[in-house]
């Protein structure tokens, strides 16, 4: 089973491409994303849609479309040729990512049309005439994404997917291109990693990295949204500690000699779809300059990291997980472990 997801402007001709590639690829089915978006405006509330100028923004948009997808394939095997542009890298993370947890391969995609014919399709587009202003709607939505795909152009996608120039092609043509390009193998998949979804309580390790001005070390995971600490999950019969040391070593690349001392024990209850656990931080120590330089960014599992402080990861940790390193820190300072249950001490 596999995905191949086309991405591209507004305009591109995803869709178009896509119903062309699912009669030159065998055992394959088309799945369009807008659909997931179209039945959302009758099962959410008109004003909770209102606060978001894209479906894209809802997170039960990205969830469904990722068990819709695996949905689809369980059902049907084979190929699942997706058209929707993608032009946060982060959304791009997380449906994959997603995905990936799955053990379904994507397969990334780009239409890229130069600008100039991509505007002349855009403004030759075919509009349902019974869409009410609808011409004026979805021509004014596409051509005011083009910048939003510049910069998406700029910073990480056509180093991420595999570009095909549409300029001079019919969608015939393109489709063949991407079918021939999929089934040789010179598409490679996604180098994007993500840990089978939890169907119970689990026990997660992170450990607490330090710079030498004292300030703690956040990343940003490739296959989740938010900052975190570097850790992970640990494995069955794995040490906890012992798997905090090899998150981080996977994660960033630095190998701690030592045994990381504990900090922090929290409970997380359950708030589904996630089941909670224990969570635990430990004290990885100081970091010298040289250390921190060696941090393995970008890669396949962190986008981003940086070094904060303590009121600076206020403002980028989830509540929660703010008060579980606010409390770590406190231990840290005074050299004994604290058990928490949802951030909060107890006992």
């Known amino acids: ?51 978001v100028g894209d479906f894209q923004d809802l997170p039960i948009w990205r969830r469904l479309v990722i068990d819709t997808a695996a949905a689809m394939l369980a059902q049907l095997g084979g190929t699942l040729v997706v058209p929707m542009t993608l032009l946060r890298q982060e959304y791009r993370d997380e449906i994959f990512g997603g995905l990936a947890a799955r053990r379904i391969p994507v397969r990334h995609i780009l239409l890229a049309p130069a600008e100039t014919i991509l505007r002349e399709r855009i403004a030759g587009r075919e509009v349902p005439p019974d869409l009410p202003d609808g011409e004026m709607r979805i021509r004014r939505w596409s051509f005011d994404h083009i910048e939003p795909y510049r910069a998406a152009l700029a910073s990480w996608l056509t180093a991420d997917a595999h570009p095909v120039d549409t300029s001079a092609l ?28 939890p169907t119970a309580e689990t026990l997660a390790a992170g450990v607490l990295l ?36 090899r998150e981080v070593a996977e994660e960033t690349g630095i190998h701690l000699d030592e045994v990381p001392s504990l900090l922090v024990v929290d409970w997380e209850r359950p708030s589904p779809p996630g089941f909670g656990g224990l969570r635990l931080l430990f004290d990885g120590g100081i970091l010298d300059s040289a250390e921190a ?37 406190r231990a840290r300072e005074r050299g004994a472990a604290f058990y928490l249950e949802a951030g909060v001490p107890v006992g």
């Open 293 to 329: 330089g060696r941090l393995l960014l970008p890669g396949p599992e962190l986008r981003d990291c940086r070094f904060v402080t303590e009121a600076e990861a206020a403002d980028l940790l989830p509540p929660v997980r703010y008060e579980r390193l606010r409390w770590a820190l």
């Open 210 to 245: 330090f710079d030498e001005q004292d300030r703690v070390l956040l990343v940003d995971p490739t296959y989740k949204a938010g900052w975190e600490f570097p850790g992970g999950v640990v494995e069955p019969g794995e040490a906890p500690a012992r798997a905090g040391v």
């Open 1 to 51: 089973m596999t995905v191949v997801w086309i991405n591209g402007a507004f305009g591109a001709g995803k869709t178009t491409t896509a119903q062309e590639l699912i009669e030159l690829i065998p055992n394959s089915a088309l799945f369009d994303p807008e659909v997931i978006g179209g039945a959302l405006r009758y099962l959410l509330p008109p004003k909770h849609l209102a606060e």
């Open 170 to 197: 019919t969608p015939h043509e393109t489709a063949a291109r991407i079918a021939e390009a999929v089934t040789s193998g010179s598409v490679p998949v996604c180098d994007i990693v993500q840990t089978p979804e």
